[in-house]
């Protein structure tokens, strides 16, 4: 079992910057593959970024590629998402999930590829 917190987000300007954090509990960290996905009142879950276990592959969705980085560190158990230059329209709830086996394919882009995921933290770009 495996219990995921998210922190970090909160209220920003368009064009500012937030770094979420999400902590994952278990010993067994690096056998994870995890992933973020948003979800904007009214619409579907969307992937965001996602990363292997080793931490040496990375995917993101298009529409933040080049603002959005996804990072983990082992050694706390934390998996991370830096958002820049952020806009209106990456306004949702923010969800860290986990998924215990490395990526096959494009399934990275499923939620119902994960087989964790945490409550979600609120993200909120202002114009």
């Known amino acids: 079992q495996v219990q995921l917190v998210e922190s970090g987000g909160g209220l920003v300007q368009d064009g500012g910057s937030l770094r979420l954090s999400c902590a994952a509990s278990g010993r067994t960290f690096g056998s994870y593959a995890m992933g973020w996905f948003r979800q904007a009142p009214g619409k579907e879950r969307e992937f965001v970024a996602a990363?292997?276990?080793?931490?040496?592959?990375?995917y993101y969705a298009d529409s933040v590629k080049g603002r959005f980085t996804i990072s983990r560190d082992g050694a706390k158990n934390t998996v991370y998402l830096q958002m820049n230059s952020l806009k209106p329209e990456d306004t949702a709830v923010y969800y860290c999930?986990?998924?215990?086996?490395?990526?096959?394919?494009?399934?990275?882009?499923?939620?119902?590829?994960?087989?964790?995921g945490g409550q979600g933290t609120q993200v909120t770009v202002s114009s």
């Open positions: 990363i292997s276990g080793s931490g040496v592959n990375t």
């Open positions: 999930v986990a998924r215990f086996a490395q990526y096959s394919g494009t399934n990275y882009l499923r939620p119902d590829a994960y087989d964790y």
